[in-house]
Nanobody, 120 residues
Framework: VQLQASGGGLVQAGGSLRLSCKAS???????????MAWYRQPAGKERELVAR???????TYEDSVKGRFTISRDNGKRTVYLQMNSLRPSDTAVYYC????????????WGQGTLVTVSS
């Protein structure tokens, strides 16, 4: 399975970006049942969970992004989105999507991710 993240870029603090992550056609039949998530990895740090969404659309957020980020999905397009508002320099990272499981494992290979840089 290939996960293609896009939408990153350079933005000033307080700005917005919308990330997209599309899964390859090979998993069309199972995508809708998967809990999906966005993760991020700041330079020199470990990858961390940002937000997750169930197959039915229920979402959960890490405290640092609550009220600023919104995760959504379009199962017909095999795509997960992350709307990021009120961006902060601390949000600077490479953002990835993948499946979510409570113990931290993922189902698919990590894609290249998309770089978000927030300037102060």
């Amino acid at each position: 399975v290939q996960l293609q993240a896009s939408g990153g870029g350079l933005v000033q603090a307080g700005g917005s970006l919308r990330l997209s992550c599309k899964a390859s056609r090979s998993i069309f039949s199972v995508f809708s049942g998967k809990n999906m998530a966005w993760y991020r990895q700041p330079a020199g740090k470990e990858r961390e969970l940002v937000a997750r969404i169930s197959g039915g659309g229920e979402s959960t957020y890490e405290d640092s992004v609550k009220g600023r980020f919104t995760i959504s999905r379009d199962n017909g397009k095999r795509t997960v989105y992350l709307q990021m508002n009120s961006l902060r320099p601390s949000d600077t990272a490479v953002y990835y999507c993948n499946t979510y499981h409570p113990f931290g494992d993922v189902d698919w290979n990590w894609g290249q991710g998309t770089l978000v840089t927030v300037s102060s």
